[in-house]
DNA sequence: ATTGCAAATGCAAATATATTGCAAGCATGG
DNA sequence: CCATGCTTGCAATATATTTGCATTTGCAAT
């Protein structure tokens, strides 16, 4: 009887090991992690593989993790609780990834503008900023 | 001879067919494409699927191509020339994408700051709606 | 124009990532 | 505790990306 079972019970669905240890796993991380890193992280048994994606699926559908695209291979997942909106920077020498909250967003000027523009309604945003960590600025000779 | 023949060259590359037709063809269209769609793109002979790749790569290490994150399966690319600066607005009900150019970029002071606070210095950021388009927006009986 | 060499390409195979069908197992309401 | 339907594991498949290697091409120096 998890943490979350609640939540999940009551948007509707069961509450499983896979899908509690998923969202366990999110809230402990500051930084958005890949399907294989969750599976990972499970203590043994680890679910399988296709249980970690249909289950991110399912979360990500009820709202309660979010994808996070950060220009690799695989997609990235991170908790998406109330009120918490973060971006991150990424260093493309290394891939590390440091995450920021934001105290004010300036975006709504802008969400506003596009649905005026393109009679979108914008329901989130995905902002990343991309650049070199203060290690691999010293190895490639300080730019 | 085509037309970046020369940009290929002073940045000490050579100018081949692949390469070329990656920057017109990403030049054409204002929505980034995939490896897939820039290969169909291309009049026969199509390149390999191969040769795509590691072309997008190299375009991409030289700053002649960005790569854009929209949280599919697959990477899209989009051209990189000076000072243009693009965002996006992505429907998640129907993919469809719309691209919209904007006047000032309202982020040059989170970049100061992350300057600040991580010692990371930031060369480009990544900017994407999420939400739904007029369609979608009917058919869902409209939210 | 011809040639030599490094770099680019095609092709096939290997990896990595993500999805699906199906039988067996688990969660929940009665 | 039992029946039911949703979840899971497993294997197979689909899709995306990368790599090795032999061949071809671009291009600079004849």
Redesign the pocket.
Known sequence: MGKH?ETL?RMG???????EGILRILEETSIPL???DIRERFPE?K?????V???L?LLSSLGLVRSVALHE???RYEAAGEGIHRHRVVCRGCGRIEAFQVTTCHLAGIEADIRRRFGFKVTDHSLEFFGSCPECRKKEGAK
């Open positions: 079972t019970r669905r069961t509450s499983t090991r896979g899908r890949s399907p294989k048994p679910p399988d593989t296709a249980t994606y249909r289950n699926s291979r695989c997609r």
